[in-house]
T-cell receptor
Framework: EAQVTQNPRYLITVTGKKLTVTCSQNMNHEYMSWYRQDPGLGLRQIYYSMNVEVTDKGDVPEGYKVSRKEKRNFPLILESPSPNQTSLYFC?????????????FGPGTRLTVL | AQKITQTQPGMFVQEKEAVTLDCTYDTSDPSYGLFWYKQPSSGEMIFLIYQGSYDQQNATEGRYSLNFQKARKSANLVISASQLGDSAMYFCAMREEVAGSYQLTFGKGTKLSVIP
């Protein structure tokens, strides 16, 4: 089944404790992206990657890191999480990074930082 | 100015009836994609339908159709024969090239409630 997977689905952590949210897609997509969704602010892009070893900042990159060492994986790293990073996080992928390519989303990761 | 405007924060529809969810967009780029996503209460973001800016015909996917009026810059989602499982948030989104990035820009969403 073609899909984007994220792990963990739910995470409660404490301020300052480094964490990684994994994202993997099995569709051989070149483009991958991370979004966060917050009430009243909608979905905002954190980072994106046009291909392996190519990453770039989205609208809200502060406090996050990403890497794209393999085509299928695009982990999101929070080196020192803070409470304002409590959010619903989505990983998404599309075949290419063009305006006409559909982005498919993972199931989401609900992160709470205490 | 907002790039994607969804003017209906919430809507109700009777089961088996059709419903239209409104979406207008703003862009000066001739090449763009318009998308609708469904987000049930469980939280996942499910792709429903896509319309390209150069597509001559309105997109359809099963019970979903997109009423694309390019001159008005509108891309309304029509759900026919509503089902209880259609109760969810619906997001209109546009993908265009901005400074080399092709991110999706989402509207604020419409909460659809299907009444038995």
């Amino acid at each position: 089944e073609a899909q984007v997977t994220q792990n963990p689905r739910y995470l409660i952590t404490v301020t300052g404790k480094k964490l990684t949210v994994t994202c993997s897609q099995n569709m051989n997509h070149e483009y991958m992206s991370w979004y966060r969704q917050d009430p009243g602010l909608g979905l905002r892009q954190i980072y994106y990657s046009m291909n392996v070893e190519v990453t770039d900042k989205g609208d809200v990159p502060e406090g996050y890191k990403v890497s794209r060492k393999e085509k299928r994986n695009f982990p999101l790293i929070l080196e020192s999480p803070s409470p304002n990073q409590t959010s619903l996080y989505f990983c998404a992928s599309s075949r290419f990074g063009t305006s006409t390519d559909t982005q498919y989303f993972g199931p989401g990761t609900r992160l709470t930082v205490l | 100015a907002q790039k994607i405007t969804q003017t209906q924060p919430g809507m109700f529809v009777q089961e088996k009836e059709a419903v239209t969810l409104d979406c207008t967009y703003d862009t000066s780029d001739p090449s763009y994609g318009l998308f609708w996503y469904k987000q049930p209460s469980s939280g996942e973001m499910i792709f429903l339908i896509y319309q390209g800016s150069y597509d001559q015909q309105n997109a359809t996917e099963g019970r979903y159709s997109l009423n694309f009026q390019k001159a008005r810059k509108s891309a309304n989602l029509v759900i026919s024969a509503s089902q209880l499982g259609d109760s969810a948030m619906y997001f209109c989104a546009m993908r265009e090239e901005v400074a080399g990035s092709y991110q999706l820009t989402f509207g604020k969403g419409t909460k659809l409630s299907v009444i038995p």
